[in-house]
């Protein structure tokens, strides 16, 4: 069934065209970072997957929350249990599109600054956003990164103002993937 | 009064040292972590595959010592070893991220041959993905 969906997403992002290019990875890694004024959290995910299209310049990511890795066990715990939910809500997802898409010219070595737009599913929210980001591409990969900050409140992401000082309310997201061409 | 006193104190110090324990707390040691489940990749990948909310409710967040054949090890530039194992389908299986705290014997495997790992389950994206891996003899 989960091959099915994937088949099917890749499909749907190919579009109908015979020739587009996926380019795909399952080691896509997420840096969350949360400074507020008492203290800096940071986690680290490094199993996040991602597929491009490079015909269509359209791109979607997942990651699994519970893959994130805290230096502290009960921060871990707390941005799992309390905040998260990560147990009803074990995915984050993205998917979108690069805004302009003669940004990036595929066939040729370089690194490109793009804007990407799209849906962000946390917590089972959806919100819509934009972010920037680096398209680079070098002997046939693709390299893509991207630092964008998210508001927990727009995602429905309550913080008990006891911990006020210590969780930022804006959250930066560092995404940072290497793309090798699917076979498929 | 003087006792009141005295065992208000002891309180506060015992509470103290709870805080700073809960604070401290390290994370679980995965090599003396109890096995909630032993299951082959195949039957784990199987049941995410055919009902993904029904093995999230049994596998999430337990520890799981999975068995299965290597198919693919990788290394991230940072170190962090990924090995997957077969799970009987052709693109997808499960990936046992190995732990970055623990002291592993070896992190080196070969395709082809039959290991144990024992991890933390998070769910499924494409694959099946364990992380905090260590190898169980």
């Known amino acids: ?184 | 009064m003087k006792n009141i006193i005295k065992y208000g104190l002891l309180l506060a110090v015992i509470g103290a040292g709870i805080g700073v324990y809960l604070w401290n707390k390290p994370h679980e040691n995965m090599d003396r972590a109890k096995t909630d489940v032993q299951i082959s990749a195949g039957e784990l990948f199987t049941a995410f595959a055919e009902n993904e909310a029904q093995a999230n409710e049994i596998y999430l967040d337990k520890v799981i010592a999975v068995t299965g054949k290597v198919r693919e090890v990788s290394k991230s530039p940072e170190g962090l070893v990924k090995v997957t194992l077969d799970s009987g389908d052709e693109m997808f299986g499960v990936i046992c991220q190995l732990d970055e705290l623990s002291e592993h014997q070896r992190t080196e495997f070969q395709p082809g041959e039959s290991v144990m790992l024992k991890g933390k389950c998070t769910g499924m994206l494409m694959d099946v993905v364990l992380v905090r891996c260590v190898e169980v003899k």
């Open chain 1, 1 to 184: 069934m989960q091959k099915f969906f994937f088949l099917l997403a890749v499909i749907l992002l190919v579009g109908g065209t015979v020739n587009a290019q996926k380019y795909f990875t399952r080691a896509g890694k997420v840096t969350f970072t949360s400074e507020a004024p008492v203290e800096k959290i940071e986690a680290v995910n490094q199993s996040a997957t991602a597929i491009l299209d490079t015909e269509s310049s359209r791109m979607e990511f997942a990651i699994l929350i519970k893959a994130f890795q805290f230096e502290k066990a009960l921060m871990q715990e707390h941005f799992n249990e309390n905040y998260m939910e990560s147990s009803t809500y074990p995915k984050a997802t993205f998917k979108g599109q690069i805004d302009d898409a003669t940004a990036v010219n595929w066939g040729k070595d370089g690194s490109y600054p793009v804007t990407v737009s799209g849906d962000m599913t946390i917590h089972g929210v959806t919100q819509k956003l934009t972010a920037p980001g680096t398209i680079t591409i070098k002997e046939g990969s693709i390299a893509a990164q991207s630092t964008f900050t998210v508001a927990v409140a727009d995602y429905g992401i309550e913080i008990p103002s006891v911990v006020a000082e210590n969780i930022a309310k804006e959250v930066t997201i560092a995404v940072d993937v290497q793309l090798a061409q699917l076979n498929k």
